[in-house]
């Protein structure tokens, strides 16, 4: 098999062709050489090492901020009466959002067909496992005595009390760790086959029992496959809604409110645009230096950033559009503390938030229009943490804008973070960064069982192709015609 | 599963290689027709088409999957009812004790959350999995099911295994090397 040049431009829509998924040498062989030999390396680099260091440093720091937040208590944080929410809730919802890509990516696109999500979703799905942990922190801590979390929960308790259904804040504990449980297991489960490539692999023992143990035992069976096949389409659509519903549940948070600039419709979708948004954002600032690093320009190809870049300008041109419609309906409500809220936001004491939010979010993405700079890999890096840089100065704006200046100017406030929040919220990417380190070291980054399965040597030039997924056309053989009949 | 290799002692079954996906796709066709049952195909990659090769019944995982979702619907909408409306009813913001449309996200989330695991669990209790010992995987050769060849193996307790035609079965149909598997 001729291999496909390196430099291809594999970009370009020809009618009728499939563009290329992999380049270079795309043979069964070499794309597990290409997977496994970076979680086989002996030692890691020196690079690896550094990058791990640092964030198990700021690990540590967010463990020791949140040791003096119980220790002391709430008061060690900047929230105040109006402003209760701050830091954390912030945060919680920048990190939540970020965790939107993966399982969009994995279950969303998978529906559509869309097969160059093979080369990135298990990198992007584990991107969404660490950002909803980093993200289920914050209001675990926010609740200020954490060892009453279990009254979240709905157990029998001593008081015989029940937690409020009718509550959009308990809604929320439910659709993160739903969305946390469904998320891991579909990760897990697409990651089975390629830890038992890793376990035939394996040369020392302790390789193989621990790889073994990941994989299950899978032997690569077709009546595995088949039931295999079967529940990850199953996941898929059952992710799908989820992913919609996450994000949407997590704006109840703040539209179910009274609160002007909350309590409005738009809220949902709006909210979901701006999590694929970011999340798009944060896997792009992710891939780009890790694919240089390791060398995987062949599996992620300049189709798959421009690709990525296009859900960027899509759904940012939508987060832009909900920041203009906000003034609009402000404005067309007729309500007095509607318009003054929006009129707060861009010209009061925190304006300057909502214009670093607006630059970032509305504006720097609309470079995505131009398709060299979406095939510029260096400046797409740059965008892409501008975007994360401005989803995050979104939720700033959401919270304290709106708490901090409610319907009684008696009852308004100034919310500064102090130390303590700014350490936490840096730890916390230490911690999304160990983890995620960790990941690369250990796990195979691409799932190379789906890659494979979009390559000419999977048979996909054989016979007739159906023309959806990685579907290989009629079987050559001559019994299909008896058993028709 | 092993315990049946009767035939000749401690054998468990022939394992043959192939190289591509169409030779590997015919060769299941034919070893489906010539009317063996304890038969497998093992492929690094899921294979489309391969199910009728093989002749494997569609999976009833769906149903299990909707059960599931259902159990968790009713959950929820019982649970959200029975705490706030029954068991402890209280009055917050002037809300209904139950409101259906209050109790949907939890209710969503829960039908998600249960028919999720029951695609997850069920697919791996369906498939006999974790079984992290296998006669194949005696095999060094075998190795490479996970990484760019493509297996047939027939276990000696199907009725029609015999060693030396199905040999020939696999040999005739392009498998190279056919390969005896200890029990």
């Known amino acids: 098999m001729s291999a496909i040049p390196l430099d291809l431009d594999n970009t370009l829509e020809r009618p009728g062709e499939r563009a290329p998924l992999v380049l270079g040498k795309s043979d069964l062989a070499s794309i597990t050489e290409q997977v496994c030999e970076i979680a086989e390396r002996p030692r890691p680099s020196r690079e690896w090492w550094l990058a791990f260091g640092t964030s198990a440093s700021l690990t540590f720091v967010l463990f020791a901020m949140l040791g003096y937040l119980f220790w002391t208590g709430l008061g060690v944080w900047g929230i105040n009466q109006p402003v209760a929410w701050g830091f954390a809730i912030i945060n919680f919802v920048f990190w939540v959002g970020i965790g939107h890509a993966g399982t969009l990516i994995s279950a969303i696109l998978f529906l559509f067909r869309q097969k160059w999500r093979t080369s990135i979703n298990r990198f992007a799905e584990a991107m969404t496992i660490f950002a909803v942990i980093c993200a289920g922190l914050f209001p675990a801590i926010h609740v200020g005595r954490p060892w009453f979390e279990y009254w979240l929960a709905p157990l029998p308790n ?21 969305y946390f449980t469904v998320s891991l297991m579909f990760w897990y489960m697409g990651m089975v086959p390629d830890l038992a490539t ?39 659509a059952l992710a799908t809604p989820l992913v919609l519903s996450v994000h949407s549940v997590v704006s109840f948070d703040f539209a179910v409110s009274q609160l002007p600039g909350w309590h409005a419709t738009i809220f949902p979708p709006y909210f979901v645009a701006g999590a694929i948004f970011s999340g798009f954002a944060m896997v792009l600032t992710l891939l780009i230096p890790v694919r240089h690093i390791f060398r995987l320009e062949s599996l992620i190809t300049p189709r798959h950033l421009d690709n990525m870049a296009k859900i960027i300008l899509a759904t940012g041109s939508m987060v832009g559009y909900s920041y203009i419609i906000e003034f609009f309906i402000a404005w067309y409500s007729g309500n007095p503390y509607e318009s003054f809220t ?49 989803m995050w100065f979104e939720r700033f704006v959401i919270v304290v804008t709106s708490l901090s200046r409610d319907f009684l100017p008696s009852s ?46 999977a048979g996909l030039e054989l016979g007739p192709h159906r023309g959806h997924g990685q579907y290989w056309g009629e079987i050559p053989h001559q019994h299909d015609e008896e058993n028709e009949r | 599963m092993s315990s049946h290799a009767e035939e000749k002692g401690r054998l468990w079954g022939l394992l043959a290689e192939y190289e591509t996906v169409p030779a590997v796709l015919e060769a299941a066709a034919r070893v489906r027709d010539a009317g063996y049952r304890y038969f497998d195909v093992h492929t690094p990659i899921p294979i489309h088409g391969l199910d009728e090769a093989m002749g494997i019944q569609v999976s009833r995982l769906p149903w299990l999957v909707a059960g599931c979702g259902a159990v968790g619907a009713s959950t929820g909408l019982l649970l959200q009812w029975w705490t706030n409306a029954v068991d402890y009813p209280f009055i917050i913001s002037a809300k209904p004790y139950f409101g259906l449309p209050a109790a949907i996200p939890v209710t969503f989330e829960l039908t998600v959350l249960l028919a999720a695991i029951g ?30 060849r493509f297996f047939i ?14 040999r020939a079965l696999l040999e005739s149909s392009g498998g190279r090397p056919v390969l005896e598997v200890e029990g």
């Open chain 2, 153 to 166: 193996s027939i276990e000696a307790r199907d009725p029609k295994f015999d060693p030396r035609a199905t």
């Open chain 2, 119 to 148: 695609a997850f669990v069920g697919m791996l209790v369906a498939n006999g999995l974790p079984q992290f010992f296998h006669p194949l995987f005696r095999l060094e050769r075998f190795r490479r099911a996970s990484n760019d």
């Open chain 1, 342 to 390: 929006f009129l707060n936001r861009a010209l009061g004491p925190y304006a300057w938030s909502y214009w670093i939010m607006f630059t970032c979010n509305a504006i720097i993405p609309q470079l995505l229009w131009f398709k060299r700079l979406r095939q510029t890999p260096g400046l797409l890096l740059v965008i892409s943490i501008f975007v994360n840089i401005g």
């Open chain 1, 198 to 236: 890793l376990r035939d692999r394996a040369r020392s023992k302790i390789r193989q029992i621990a790889y073994g143990i990941a994989a299950l035992g899978w032997r690569g069976s077709g009546r595995h496959w088949h039931r295999y096949e079967r529940a990850y389409l199953l996941l898929a």
């Open chain 1, 412 to 457: 308004w406030g100034v919310y500064w973070p102090t130390w303590v929040d700014l350490l936490t919220f840096l730890g916390s990417f230490g911690l999304f960064f160990t983890l995620f380190l960790l990941f690369l070291r250990f796990l195979p980054i691409v799932a190379m069982a789906e890659v494979k399965s979009v390559v000419p040597a």
């Open chain 1, 158 to 178: 001593q008081m015989q009390m029940w937690p409020n259904f009718r509550s959009p804040l308990l809604w929320d504990v439910f659709a993160v760790s739903t």
